[in-house]
């Protein structure tokens, strides 16, 4: 689904992406876990040309992301992506702004785009919340109708930034079983999380970046019981033991 190969990005003198290589399988699930500044969220956002890269290459089911040939806003259409801090339309119902994209973008019928978007945000515990705006809605409501929007376009790959980590404790447990409820659906899929209880749990690889560079790819179970990397080791003694 996902290949990145040899990509690297710096700003100025400071290097982000450290000749990255990844490959992402269809159906699987892969966590990006690491420090601050590990360049995780740049290169969950390469992969759908929210970041440019200077080196490499990132292909989706076999499209180049960073070719000039291609159309970026075609492509994005498969590629669903959860922000951490929500980027819903404020003056538009959650039910609005889950059928917005597949209105103006896909051309479906209002009346479809609304019986699926209904069905959507009923599949994430929000059939009560329909007509709300984002301003009525919790923080964890709120990611999930992002999360019902970015479905919506029926994507085949799902990006996720960071998706609880602008909520509060008890939001975080509803976002992630929403997330856990798409694991089950096959759905391909790629998490920056801080979340570690719940890379174990659900993520099929844990990839472990560290200053730009992917340090680590293992299964979880090994990843967390026998990293092994002294920076993997580092990195779990002080987020398990906090």
């Not at 998706?163 to 694991?183: F, G, H, N, Q, Y």
């Not at 089950?184 to 993520?203: D, N, Q």
């Amino acid at each position: 689904m996902i290949s990145i190969k040899s990509v690297s990005k710096s700003y100025g003198s400071k290097i982000v992406l450290d000749n990255i290589n990844l490959e992402v399988p269809k159906s699987q699930i892969y966590a990006l876990i690491g420090p601050s500044g590990a360049g995780k969220s740049t290169l969950i956002r390469s992969i759908n040309a929210l970041e440019s890269i200077q080196e490499g290459e990132i292909l989706v089911k076999g499209v180049s992301v960073h070719s000039k040939q291609t159309n970026i806003n075609q492509l994005r259409t498969n590629i669903g992506f959860v922000f951490q801090s929500f980027n819903l339309y404020p003056h538009l119902t959650a039910l609005q702004n889950v059928t917005y994209a597949p209105i103006h973008v896909k051309k479906m019928r209002s009346h479809d785009a609304e019986t699926k978007g209904k069905a959507l945000l009923a599949s994430l515990g929000l059939e009560e919340k329909c007509n709300e705006y984002p301003g009525q809605l919790s923080g964890g409501q709120q990611q999930r109708v992002a999360i019902a929007r970015a479905l919506a376009m029926e994507p085949q790959l799902m990006l996720f930034d960071e998706p609880t980590s602008a909520l509060d404790p008890e939001m975080i447990k509803e976002v992630l079983d929403s997330i856990r409820k798409l694991a089950l659906t096959g759905m391909t899929m790629v998490v920056v999380t801080h979340e570690m209880g719940f890379a174990r749990e659900i993520c099929d690889k844990i990839v472990f970046m560290a200053e730009g560079k992917i340090v680590e790819t293992a299964h979880p179970e090994q990843f967390f019981s026998n990293p092994q990397t002294e920076r993997a080791k580092d990195f779990l003694a002080k987020v398990i033991n906090h």
